[in-house]
């Protein structure tokens, strides 16, 4: 057996024994507690900038992600790979269900439920009774969008083009089950920091019937940052309500859920978490829960829970939870959103400097992610950037992935994580200086 191999079977199993209880005991476990083995991700002492120019810190971090080799995998936005520990402690969590089945459903699974709550609280910045787990932001969303109950007929509801599709399509719904007009804006390309905060302002200026209106922190189609306080804080004082999609926000940027001073949210916990894949959450601010229905029928309060109903619910993915939590927190989110934010500056500022390649990607540093996108200049038509997405993968080994939607046009996307090195967002470099050549 080769020494990766080794390796890799030493993490699954001290990961395993160390994160649960032995699944024939059915005592319900503590916190997950880092593994010993995983004491090579305490980054060193370095300020985060100087930290992402650490390659051998990164590919320890790597190291801990089977990922495959294949391509050069430039679509971390979909959903985040686990860590190979939570990986093994998820499975260990399927097993422990699977035997205890409605035993411990019932009766073991409440308060490991309610402990996994409390760490997602905790990572978020928030209290216990402000958020429920659910399978993930577009779930959430709908429960907000969808049960938002201040309303009236002839009221006007806004979106953006850099929404994500399902939510424009719940707002949408909002004028046949609420009677409403759904106004949709266009945000500036390229944008400032101002010129944000002005397009905002002047749809509110223009529609004063706007009562409730989305916002998407960071968008998937091209990665930029809204500054989501400031428009939030503006539309508040006009009587209008915000519902913030921070699916890519949260865990990609230093920040807590009150920096946006939201008061209605939707979290992704399986994209830049790395908790499995079917794990989110939906915050409503102590004190708001009553302007969101309960769902269908589930009894009026103030209880959040009884805003979503997911029905029998993975059991073992929300186990896993708090593991993954405690080893994006040991990383650290600042070092994790230099990290990416110097692989995303890398490629970028390569591309800028081929003829022919158009990025949508901002200067400004409060408006940037790990997000950014492409497109081959004049090919802005979804059939030409489908055509460029599968040249890419062929010829180069290099998946991203198309997005449509944008008033601009169509693109490619990039998305690097935390395990992506350098070479591999350098082959995207080379590989549109081939494209076009």
Same mark, same amino acid.
């Given at each position: 057996?080769?020494?990766?191999?080794? *390796?890799?079977?030493?993490?699954?199993?001290?990961? !395993?024994?160390?994160?649960?209880?032995?699944?024939?005991?059915?005592?319900?476990?503590?916190?997950?507690?880092?593994?010993?083995?995983? !004491?090579?991700?305490?980054?060193?002492?370095?300020?985060?900038?100087? /930290?992402?120019?650490?390659?051998?810190?990164?590919?320890?971090?790597?190291?801990?992600?089977?990922?495959?080799?294949?391509?050069?995998?430039?679509?971390?936005?979909?959903?985040?790979?686990?860590?190979?520990?939570?990986?093994?402690?998820?499975?260990?969590?399927?097993?422990?269900?699977?035997?205890?089945?409605?035993?411990?459903?019932?009766?073991?699974?409440?308060?490991?439920?309610?402990?996994?709550?409390?760490?997602?609280?905790?990572? /978020?910045?928030?209290?216990?009774?402000?958020?429920?787990?659910?399978?993930?932001?577009?779930?959430?969303?709908?429960?907000?969008?969808?049960?938002?109950?201040?309303?009236?007929?002839?009221?006007?509801?806004?979106?953006?083009?850099?929404?994500?599709?399902?939510?424009?399509?719940?707002?949408?719904?909002?004028?046949?089950?609420?009677?409403?007009?759904?106004?949709?804006?266009?945000?500036?390309?390229?944008?400032?920091?101002?010129?944000?905060?002005? $397009?905002?302002?002047?749809?509110?200026?223009?529609?004063? *019937?706007?009562?409730?209106?989305?916002?998407?922190?960071?968008?998937?189609?091209?990665?930029?940052?809204?500054?989501?306080?400031?428009?939030?804080?503006?539309?508040?004082?006009?009587?209008?309500?915000?519902?913030?999609?921070?699916?890519?926000?949260?865990?990609?940027?230093?920040?807590?859920?009150?920096?946006?001073?939201?008061?209605?949210?939707?979290?992704?916990?399986?994209?830049?978490?790395?908790?499995?894949?079917?794990?989110?959450?939906?915050?409503?601010?102590?004190?708001?829960?009553?302007?969101?229905?309960?769902?269908?029928?589930?009894?009026?309060?103030?209880?959040?829970?009884?805003?979503?109903? $997911?029905? $029998?619910?993975?059991?073992?993915?929300? /186990? !896993?939870?708090?593991?993954?939590?405690?080893?994006?927190?040991?990383?650290?989110?600042?070092?994790?959103?230099?990290?990416?934010?110097?692989?995303?500056?890398?490629?970028?500022?390569?591309?800028?400097?081929?003829?022919?390649?158009?990025?949508?990607?901002?200067?400004?540093?409060?408006? $940037?992610?790990?997000?950014?996108?492409?497109?081959?200049?004049?090919?802005?038509?979804?059939?030409?950037?489908?055509?460029?997405?599968?040249?890419?993968? *062929?010829?180069?080994?290099?998946?991203?992935?198309?997005?449509?939607?944008?008033?601009?046009?169509?693109?490619?996307?990039?998305?690097?994580?935390?395990?992506?090195?350098?070479?591999?967002?350098?082959?995207?470099?080379? !590989?549109? *200086?081939?494209?076009?050549?």
């Amino acid at each position: 057996m080769s020494e990766p191999d080794v *390796k890799r079977r030493a993490w699954l199993r001290g990961a !395993a024994a160390l994160s649960l209880a032995p699944a024939g005991a059915m005592a319900a476990p503590a916190l997950p507690s880092l593994p010993a083995l995983l !004491a090579d991700l305490a980054p060193p002492a370095m300020p985060p900038a100087a /930290l992402a120019l650490d390659n051998g810190y990164w590919r320890r971090v790597a190291a801990q992600y089977d990922v495959t080799d294949q391509v050069a995998m430039l679509d971390n936005g979909y959903w985040g790979s686990m860590a190979r520990p939570v990986l093994a402690a998820y499975q260990q969590h399927v097993a422990t269900v699977n035997h205890g089945n409605a035993y411990y459903g019932r009766l073991q699974f409440p308060p490991e439920y309610e402990a996994a709550r409390v760490a997602a609280a905790q990572a /978020l910045g928030v209290e216990r009774d402000e958020i429920v787990l659910t399978r993930g932001a577009t779930e959430a969303l709908q429960a907000l969008i969808g049960g938002y109950n201040r309303l009236r007929p002839g009221d006007t509801v806004l979106c953006a083009d850099v929404d994500y599709d399902n939510m424009i399509t719940v707002m949408g719904w909002l004028k046949a089950r609420r009677g409403v007009d759904v106004v949709r804006i266009a945000l500036p390309e390229p944008a400032t920091y101002q010129s944000l905060i002005d $397009t905002y302002a002047q749809a509110m200026a223009q529609h004063p *019937k706007l009562r409730m209106m989305l916002l998407t922190h960071v968008n998937h189609r091209n990665g930029m940052v809204l500054p989501v306080a400031e428009i939030v804080r503006m539309a508040r004082s006009r009587g209008i309500d915000a519902i913030i999609d921070t699916a890519h926000g949260f865990g990609q940027l230093d920040m807590k859920l009150p920096d946006l001073d939201a008061d209605f949210a939707g979290i992704n916990l399986h994209k830049w978490i790395g908790a499995p894949v079917g794990v989110g959450a939906l915050y409503i601010r102590r004190g708001r829960v009553r302007d969101i229905d309960p769902y269908m029928g589930e009894p009026d309060g103030d209880d959040i829970r009884t805003r979503v109903h $997911t029905g $029998t619910v993975n059991f073992a993915a929300y /186990l !896993a939870l708090p593991l993954a939590l405690q080893i994006h927190e040991r990383i650290g989110v600042a070092n994790k959103a230099a990290r990416l934010q110097r692989l995303r500056n890398r490629w970028v500022e390569a591309a800028r400097g081929i003829d022919g390649v158009q990025v949508l990607a901002s200067n400004d540093p409060r408006l $940037t992610s790990a997000i950014a996108s492409f497109r081959l200049r004049g090919k802005i038509s979804l059939a030409d950037n489908v055509a460029l997405s599968k040249r890419l993968l *062929k010829e180069h080994g290099v998946f991203a992935v198309l997005r449509d939607g944008l008033a601009s046009g169509a693109c490619v996307r990039v998305t690097p994580a935390i395990f992506t090195s350098e070479q591999q967002v350098d082959r995207l470099a080379m !590989a549109l *200086k081939d494209t076009v050549g």
